[in-house]
């Protein structure tokens, strides 16, 4: 089972700031298959990324992924006050598809 | 439009069996995969399985063998998680999510379904 670590814990910055989530595999994801999701209290996750990098539809171009192997970074590049999220990696490269244990990004 | 409808919250003592349903529409209901999703009260997300809902055949996480089984009806577009031997730890939010292509990643999730264990 591939386990993904993500980090910080806790990330607190303002809007208008860059933000820089990582992830990291215990071994490599196969294909680079590494989604992200946002997900805000009470809600389903929502697709951000997929294929370490590609954005999903309608999503705004200020959420990038990056990466490869085993390390992958979403970076989102002037936070808006809707982008205070809890975030999580995903791989879908080998069954388990496991999740990272999330990043909470609050505003500072 | 994508939609998947999940059913009721449900309140179970320990020991018991749960089923959650997830009615799909918008779409061609044997074209993808459906994966059941669940988080526990302040906690992160957990991977349970995985349903191929024209052969139905699934995939399951280790922690969660012999315990879950899911299932999938094509006359009503309705997968089902069922959870059995029920324990405290088993308090979550569960979500069906449809695969966006054949590659597995989420770009459809139900609405969630809170399911509480306590005696």
């Known amino acids: 089972e591939i386990v993904l670590t993500q980090s910080p814990g806790t990330l607190s910055l303002s809007p208008g700031e860059r933000a820089t989530l990582s992830c990291r595999a215990s071994?490599?994801?196969?294909?680079?298959?590494l989604a992200w999701y946002q997900q805000k209290p009470g809600q389903a996750p929502r697709l951000l990324i997929y294929?370490?990098?590609s954005r999903a539809t309608g999503i705004p171009d200020r959420f990038s992924g990056s990466g490869s192997g085993t390390d992958f970074t979403l970076t989102i590049s002037r936070l808006e006050p809707e982008d205070f999220a809890v975030y999580y990696c995903?791989?879908?490269?080998?069954?388990?598809?496991?999740f990272g244990q999330g990043t909470k990004l609050e505003i500072k | 439009q994508v939609q998947l409808v999940q059913s009721g919250a449900e309140v179970k003592k320990p020991g018991a069996s749960v089923k959650v349903s997830c009615k799909a529409s918008?779409?061609?209901?044997?074209?993808?995969?459906m994966h059941w999703v669940r988080q526990a009260p302040g906690q992160g997300l957990e991977w349970m399985g995985i349903?191929?809902?024209?052969?139905?055949?699934?995939s399951y996480a280790q922690k969660l063998q012999g315990r879950v089984t899911m299932t999938r009806d094509t006359s009503t577009s309705t997968v089902y998680m069922e959870l059995s031997s029920l324990r405290s730890e088993d308090t979550a939010v569960y979500y069906c999510?449809?695969?966006?292509?054949?590659?597995?990643?989420?770009?459809?999730w139900g609405q969630g379904t809170l399911v509480t264990v306590s005696s």
């Open positions: 071994q490599s994801v196969s294909s680079n298959y």
């Open positions: 918008g779409y061609t209901f044997s074209s993808y995969y």
């Open positions: 999510a449809r695969e966006m292509d054949s590659s597995g990643y989420l770009g459809y």
């Open positions: 294929g370490a990098s």
């Open positions: 349903i191929n809902p024209t052969a139905g055949s699934t």
């Open positions: 995903q791989q879908y490269g080998s069954s388990p598809y496991t």
